[in-house]
């Protein structure tokens, strides 16, 4: 394969690992966001204060991956877009609540300090189910038919848990005391629907795509691939194992949210495989939705100065806040 032929696929693969990515990190914290419901007022400080200094910065990767999508991929933006406006438009809606409730819940009286709490909780819901009707839509390639869209909600329904699940193995991570212990008890609520809803949207994929079946259910190729679907298994039962002992609280605090994202790792390596090489599932190849090869030779020298800085940004940012929670102060 020549170098230009290549360009696509590298854009495509780079696209991809932006939005898991993404998915992985402000998951978490849309997570937490729809856990505040729950919390006294005094933990809902410490949550928000857990995810302070990351999910601004988490943000940044939807925005790469959509500027891939704009610059590298033209012809797909404008499908996968004009199929997802409304969808977008209410993500969107749901991630302005949240950064408004965000910066003015420090700032408003005790009189109206719950109301940007519930509109906190608003944002991250909304966001998280347009992000699975999303989703499902994408996966599905945007098919036609009764099915389809109870296909898309059904993923708008398990992608919200799956957040929740993440949330509170964060706060497990990042918070100790009473808190962690109402996040282990929240994890532990969120475990089976996240775990049922993945199974179900599983079996589901199959049947609404007969480009998945005839990928995953071919020979030679499903002894292979069996191994994505048992190391998710594993991984899973590992998780609900360690929510139900004394260690998960101690020093094995992060090994819950780390095999969560094995999880979610997995989940896109199937995904990806299932989709390859196409852009929109049995519509547009990387290949024909994507620039002229000049024109991504230029994007290639913005990205590779703009996906290192932002990959690097997002290290530091991590090292520097790592360790337990402490409260947030505003200048």
Known sequence: MTFDATLPVVFMALMGVSMLVYVVSDGYDLGVGMLMHRATDAEKDVM?????????????????GVGILLIAFPQAHGLVLGELYLPVALMLVGLTLRGVAFDFRVK???????????????????AAVAQGWMLGRYV??????????LFAAAIAGALPMAYVLMGATWLI?????ELQGRAVEWARMAWAPMVGGLVLISMATPWV???????????PEIIALSAIPLMCGVSLLAVRSLLGTRHV???????????LILVFVLGFLGLAYSIYPYVVLDRLTVWQAASSPEALKVILLGACISVPAIAGYTVFSYRVFRGKAAELKYA
Request: glycine residues 10%; aromatic residues 18%; hydrophobic residues 45%.
């Open 209 to 219: 795509s007969a480009t998945v079946r005839q990928r995953w259910f071919a020979l």
């Open 108 to 126: 408003a009286k005790d009189a109206h300090k719950n109301t940007w709490d519930r509109l906190f909780f608003a944002g991250s819901t909304l």
């Open 140 to 149: 599905s390639g945007f098919g036609t038919g009764w099915n389809y869209p």
């Open 48 to 64: 928000i204060a857990s995810i302070g200094p990351f999910w601004d910065a988490n943000e940044t990767w939807l925005v790469l």
């Open 173 to 177: 991570m990042k918070t100790e005391g």
């Open 249 to 259: 609280r101690g020093p094995v605090c992060w090994l819950p949210f780390t095999l």
